[in-house]
């Protein structure tokens, strides 16, 4: 074949113009946070976003599609990590170009245009090419012939280079449950000289895969149950950085123009040339791809942390760090590569351009927070592998790899490089055990959410029931909580404790299936409705909504009344007041988001929310704690445009179309094709003005800014690393707290004989007056203590010519019993010994003096003060000369005292 001289720009724009002329859409990439779904860490396929329309619960104005995925493949069934480095095709993040069928074309145009992409616009030698399809070796699934014999159609393809692979290799899965369905693979043989090719061989580096085309055209419910999709799909997946190094002619994926800016950078600081660095490749293809792999995340809103996507981000950081430790490099190095990533990329992928300096201040700081520990950490690491070593074990428990992650911050996954470099592993189901109970014991919860109900079989057979019975939806449409706060509708189903049924009664915890509904369900931060379901005699309170299977909403509440049966004609109505309370604060979270913007800069990006009926939280990527100023600023900002009272214009559209007119799509939201666009400050007349807020939503909201209320800032503060959290108040709660407060504040005024306007300097009067008064009590105290000190001198003991002293002083402090301590040593500079004590809040406190001549002898201070100490329940220490202790038990201290002259005596023998 002819070596191409293309850049990696140029051939990812060739591929998505290829599929163009085949009347495919171009989709943007997703974001690497799939919003909506629990059941994935990271976007591990490009056919994430797609998910919904596979299941049939989600369409689009086009069925045949095309893009350039952003994946990441650290996490779950798909974890590349282990692999990056050691070789020259695996990757944390990478880029997957995919062709899409929604219900349109199937296997053999698939197959066509793959191989005339390959052979005919990409020129590849086709007797290099290999063809794998689906036989399962079980024979429960059906082998997929069709595909086999569209491959053996293909203009110069032998047959003899098809093969048949079974479920590990052509049996094609997003999760343990959802859309999948047989694949056929490309493999590219790099070295046909070696002769012939057996089904073993693909599997060796002497071959690469190139594309994997799959057929999705089941539903897993479960392990052992495949459900026929509605209609048949395509989607296809092709390494970017795999076709890259062919057509560039590379023997590595490193060795490709989209690395080159980042490898440069890293030999600018290590001084090697290039044969240097290709003789110590692994660390060189680990930075690469860390540094890569971190800015595509923290571009997307994750930063590093301590918890699921923020620890992968917080690991991957460390990792790279770590083996740029390989290379000498001591100071601070990723952000320099990072910045030839963002400069590779930027153009295709604007969010990196756009968080260019957030992306290096992130790395920078996360790398200097690691180098603060990473020496002790390594170290005590080293010893605990020592010791596997001499015992003959070969594992690490997980806890002790858990308590080497919270104390000196080193990852699982940098403690298990290090053991495998020793020949050892590490326990990980033991690690993450004690992650969990660690992060339940603090209060944090699990990471991630379930992976999917033990019920999902029966709510899908459910939802084909009704759609076969075309019950679900009204006009087409299932849920509708911008218009419909009422609704009408027959009872489609009734299920309790899982299963289903045709009446419920009183104290029953019922779920409920109508037509149509429009409670709003919890989704993008904003909690779900409340609300009421009433029939003729019956009624049932309802507390929830969810979404068990795709395609379904069942209200989740409890019978107050009466008997609800199947078939029943009901109205479903939601608690209005309450999601009036929830709009105000939805709305002052786009307020807030703005004003963030404003006062901190476009770093300040929602990285989380909660918005309830009585509060909004708020979390959000900034790297300190705010200032007062700051916090000021930022209450005046929503409350100046709340009294501006802008009309909020809310528009669908679709998705290109909104991100084009530079609307914000918030962290961790899924977005379909067609979305709510939510913009304030423009003149709804016009269309003209200064757009302060610009975001996607599909939450409820006020019809204009003036309906949120006051807005007041209750708290700000860290909910992890380089992530802060607001919460606030509007509406009512926050009337109902302007209120408490005047009413204490009146109070207090009362109290003090003053006005509310005068209180601030009635209480610097009372303050200054009370520091004064407190001032003359503790001198009148330290003289009383300083009388009866002086009466008790001459209760002295003569021990053998040692001068001893032991007292209880009653109104005495610490500080008090320090200064009598001197006073003591000044009358008897030599051969003396006193044990002074005091109460502060029913505790015992102690004072031990010994002269320095009685030292030399080995009497001690804190010797003597820790055993006076020990009866009482203390312990203490200090000087030869003066220690301190304190007990918890005042009741023992005149015994306490009484044993010092046997101890001084014992001394002194």
């Known amino acids: ?55 049939g619960t989600d369409k689009r104005p086009y069925t045949r599609a095309v893009n350039s995925q952003k994946v990441m493949r650290v996490a779950g069934k798909h974890n590349d990590l282990e692999d990056v480095g050691r070789d020259d095709t695996h990757h944390t993040f990478f880029e997957m170009l995919g062709n899409w069928s929604f219900g349109d074309y199937y296997k053999k145009e698939a197959i066509e245009w793959a191989w005339q992409l390959l052979t005919e616009v990409w020129k590849l030698p086709k007797e290099n090419l290999y063809a794998t399809v689906f036989k399962d070796e079980k024979g429960e699934i059906p082998a997929d012939e069709e595909a086999a014999g569209y491959w053996q159609e293909q203009p110069g393809f032998d047959s003899s280079r098809l093969f048949y692979m079974g479920r590990k290799d052509n049996f094609w899965e997003m999760a343990d449950t959802g859309p999948c369905g047989p ?169 990196l351009e756009n968080n260019r300096q957030t992306i290096l201040d992130n790395l920078t700081r996360e790398e200097l927070r690691f180098a603060k ?59 993450r055990t004690a992650m969990d109970e660690h992060r339940i014991a603090s209060g944090g919860g699990k990471a991630m959410g379930a992976l999917g109900g033990e019920d999902a079989e029966m709510y899908a057979n459910l939802v084909a029931e009704l759609k076969e019975k075309d019950k679900l939806g009204v006009d087409g449409v299932l849920y509708d909580p911008y218009t419909k706060l009422k609704v009408e509708a027959e009872i489609l189903s009734l299920v309790v404790d899982g299963t289903p049924v045709v009446s419920a009664n009183v104290g029953d915890m019922v779920e409920v299936v109508l037509p149509e509904t429009g409670f709003y369900v919890e989704s993008g931060g904003q909690v779900g409705d409340t609300g009421d379901i009433v029939g003729a005699d019956w009624r049932i309170e309802i507390t929830s909504l969810r979404k068990p299977s795709p395609g379904l909403i069942v209200h989740v509440g409890e019978v107050e009344s009466g008997i609800p049966k199947v078939g029943d004609l009901a109205t479903a109505t939601v608690d ?210 300083a009388m009866d000190f002086t009466r008790v001198l001459d209760e002295t003991s003569d021990v053998g010519g040692v001068a001893v002293l032991t007292a209880v002083l009653k109104e005495a402090n610490v500080e008090t019993l320090r200064q009598m301590a001197d006073v003591f040593r000044e009358r008897n500079p030599q051969n003396a010994v006193a044990v002074l004590a005091c109460i502060v809040d029913d505790k015992p406190m102690l004072i031990a003096s010994v002269t320095d001549d009685l030292v030399k002898r080995g009497i001690k201070a804190g010797d003597l003060v820790k055993f006076v100490a020990a009866p009482l329940g203390g312990g203490g220490g200090g000087r030869p000369t003066l ?15 009484a044993s010092v002259v046997g101890w001084v005596e014992e001394k002194l023998k």
């Open 183 to 351: 694949c056929s693979e490309i493999h590219i043989d790099l070295r046909p000289e070696e002769g012939d090719v057996t089904e073993e061989i693909l599997d060796t580096d002497r071959f690469i895969e190139l594309w994997n085309l799959v057929f999705i055209q089941y539903n897993r419910l479960g392990p052992n149950t495949l459900d026929p999709l509605p209609a048949t799909h395509v989607d296809t997946g092709m390494g970017f950085e795999r076709i890259l190094a062919v057509l560039q002619g590379v023997d590595s994926n490193y060795k490709t123009d989209i690395f080159a800016g980042a490898l440069a950078a890293i030999r600018k600081m290590t001084g090697d040339d290039e044969e240097a660095m290709l003789a110590n490749f692994t660390p060189y293809r680990v930075i690469a791809d860390h540094a890569r792999t971190a800015a595509f995340l923290i571009a997307d809103g994750v930063v590093p942390g301590n918890i699921g996507r923020n620890y992968v981000c917080r690991m991957i950081i460390r990792r790279a760090a770590r083996f740029g430790g390989k290379l000498n490099l001591v100071e601070p190095f990723l952000a320099r590569v990072a910045d030839a990533i963002v400069d590779t990329y930027g153009e295709f992928y604007p969010e």
């Open 373 to 431: 520990t990473v020496e002790s950490g390594t170290a005590y690491l080293d010893d605990l592998l020592d010791g596997l070593k001499k015992s003959g074990e070969k594992v690490l428990a997980g806890d002790k790899a858990f308590n080497l992650y919270a104390t000196y911050g080193l990852p699982f996954e940098i403690t298990r490089d290090i053991a495998k470099e020793k020949d050892l592993d590490v326990d990980e189901n033991g690690f």
């Open 1 to 55: 074949m002819t070596e191409r001289k293309y850049t990696g720009a140029q051939i990812r724009q060739e591929f998505i113009d290829f599929f163009d002329e085949h009347q495919h859409t171009f989709v943007p990439s997703s974001s690497l946070v799939p919003g909506g779904d629990a059941t994935l860490l990271f976007t591990n396929a490009g056919m994430v976003q797609f998910k919904d329309v596979f299941l």
């Open 883 to 897: 220690a301190q202790a304190g007990g918890k038990d005042a009741s023992k201290l005149d015994e306490a005292l």
């Open 576 to 785: 209005q007041s309450r999601r009036k309370d929830i709009m105000r604060n939805h709305t002052a979270t786009h307020l807030l988001h703005a004003a963030l913007d404003a006062v901190l800069g476009s770093h300040a990006r929602q990285a989380g929310s909660l918005v309830a009926p009585d509060r909004l939280r708020f979390d959000f990527t900034h790297p300190e704690a705010l200032t007062g100023d700051e916090i000021e600023k930022i209450e005046r900002y929503v409350n100046e445009r709340v009294l501006e009272d802008h009309f909020l214009e809310i528009e669908t559209k679709s998705l290109q179309e909104a991100m084009d007119g530079g609307a914000t799509a918030l962290f961790g939201e899924k977005y379909g094709e067609t979305v709510r666009n939510i913009k304030m400050g423009a003149d709804p007349s016009t269309g003209s003005g200064d757009v302060f807020s610009n975001e996607l939503c599909g939450g409820t909201h006020c019809k204009s800014s003036g309906e949120v209320g006051t807005f007041i800032l209750t708290s700000e503060g860290s909910a992890a690393a380089g992530i802060r959290r607001i919460e606030a108040i509007t509406g009512r709660t926050s009337y109902d707290l302007i209120q408490k407060r005047f009413r204490v504040l009146n109070q207090a005024a009362a109290m003090m004989a003053t006005t509310p306007d005068k209180m601030q300097e009635r209480a610097e009067i009372a303050l200054s007056e009370m520091k004064g008064m407190r001032h003359t009590i503790a001198h009148l105290r330290q003289n009383l203590a």
